[in-house]
Every structure is written in C-alpha cells, then in structure tokens.
C-alpha cells in the first residue's frame, strides 16, 4: 500500500511540477521571480519543476492566481485543449513598450506616464500612469462584437492614489466621437464597470487595498456581463452592449 501511495505522489508532484515549469516559461519569468513572488526560495520552486516535491496546499491557489489559470488546470485536469491565444484581437504586455503582441496590429501612442516593475518585479514590465493625463491612445481599435467580447488587466493603485470619484479610467471606448461603448474605470475605492447611465455599473464587491495587484476581467456573453476579480466572480448582471469601432481607445 505504502508503495501505491508514493507512486500516486510521486506522479501528482510530476504532473503539478510540469504544470507550474510550463505555465513560469510562458509568463517569461525565472524561477527566483516566482520565488519571490511566493514568498520561498528558488531551490523550492525548482524541486517543484523537478518533480521532487509539491507546493504546500496554501500556495497553491497564489499560484493558481499568479498563472491567471484554475486550480483544475495547475493539477492537470482539463477535460479540452484550451488555446487561450484564439480570438485575442488586442494584448498589451507594457514590456517596455506599448505595441500590440496578438499579432492584429492595434498598437499603441503613449502619452505621458512611464515603465515600472510588474507584479513580478520585473523592471520595465508594467506601466505608471496617473489616471488622467498619462494615457495610452489606441486610435485603430479592435473590433469588439455586439455579442460576446472579454477584458482581462492585471492592475495596481499606489499609496498615494485618491480614491474618490471617477478616476483612473483602466480601458475605456468612451466619448472622443460621443460614442460610448465600454468604460472599465474606478469609482471612489471601486473597481467599476460603467454603465454609462443606461444600465447598473458592475462594481466589486470590496474596497480597494492600495499597493495590491488585481487581476480583472470582464466578461459579455448571452446579454451577460460578468465581473471576476483575482479569480473570483464578484458581479454579474444582465445588459446589451454596442460597439463603437471607430471611437478611440484608451488606457489610463
């Protein structure tokens, strides 16, 4: 029996440590930034990748998050190859700059801001804007559909950010040509999703916690939209959406 067990533990931790190598390659840090970012050592992650031993239970969802996966897919349980990559029409990686890496060509005009550390601590690798002059314009847009679209942004508010009223328009299609389409901002201490008055914002559930990395998307599918944050869904509700693709986008 004892024999059945360590080979049953022994080919979890194979699966779960080829799992997080992967998932750490594709992200395009090194083992001492996942480290870090874990709060372990290097050697830890490593005997991870190696097969050697398993992350303890309490990282395991940290992890999970890190990797913008489910802790199904860091076990290895996925009934279906997902390619996550089909259907991205826009994707930002703020690696030093502002070009668009899904390969449709929407890239970028920075005005103002500049390049700090990402949730990794990777220089470079995430962008310092101020909520209202600093921006990023995108005047070729994708072309989001009237009936399913998704947001993902990973983002972060600094000690000295005042959180009150509108501020800090995350991506937003709103207002250059009076079009108004999508507004992914922050209302007072709220991540928000505007409703632009014709319908309820879509709001998390909890203030925000300066100096925190969040992890927000954006869901539309079937007149539903769907606010999940760091893994969690925290808001939903129904509505219609109407795409404006001529109308400018932005980052904030």
């Known amino acids: 029996m004892e ?44 005997k991870w990748e190696n097969g050697q031993s398993c992350p303890d239970i309490i990282l395991i969802p ?14 290895g349980r996925t009934v279906h190859n997902i390619d996550l990559r089909k259907g991205l029409v826009l994707e930002y990686l703020f690696d030093g700059n502002v070009r668009d890496t899904s390969g449709e060509g929407h890239h970028g005009r920075l005005e103002g801001g500049n390049y700090g550390e990402d949730r990794f601590g990777r220089k470079g690798g995430a962008l310092v804007l101020d909520g209202g002059s600093h921006y990023v314009r995108i005047d070729q847009p994708p072309i989001l559909v009237n009936d399913a679209f998704s ?13 009150r009223g509108w501020h800090s328009a995350i991506v937003s299609q709103d207002g250059h040509h009076q079009n108004r389409a999508m507004q992914l901002s922050t209302k007072d ?22 100096e925190h990395w969040y992890h927000v998307v954006i869901t539309y599918e079937k007149s539903r939209y ?20 001529k109308e400018p986008m932005y980052c904030r």
Not at 62 to 75: K, P, Q, R, S, Y
Request: hydrophobic share 40%; glycine share 8%; proline share 2%.
């Open 151 to 163: 947001v993902s942004v990973w983002c972060y508010y600094d000690a000295h950010k005042i959180l």
């Open 62 to 75: 940290i992890l999970a998050d890190v990797f913008g996966v489910t802790i199904d897919e860091l076990f």
């Open 3 to 46: 024999s059945v067990v360590s080979g049953l533990m022994n080919q979890a931790n194979g699966v779960i440590g080829n799992n997080i190598g992967r998932l750490r390659k594709q992200l395009g840090i090194t083992q001492e930034l996942l480290a870090n970012r874990l709060g372990v050592s290097y050697q830890a992650v490593s």
């Open 226 to 245: 769907r606010m999940v944050v760091n893994g969690r869904l925290v808001a939903e509700r129904t509505g219609s959406f109407t795409p404006y693709n």
């Open 189 to 210: 201490e709220y991540i928000t999703f505007h409703g632009f008055l014709r319908e309820p914002d879509l709001s998390m559930n909890t203030k925000i916690v300066k």
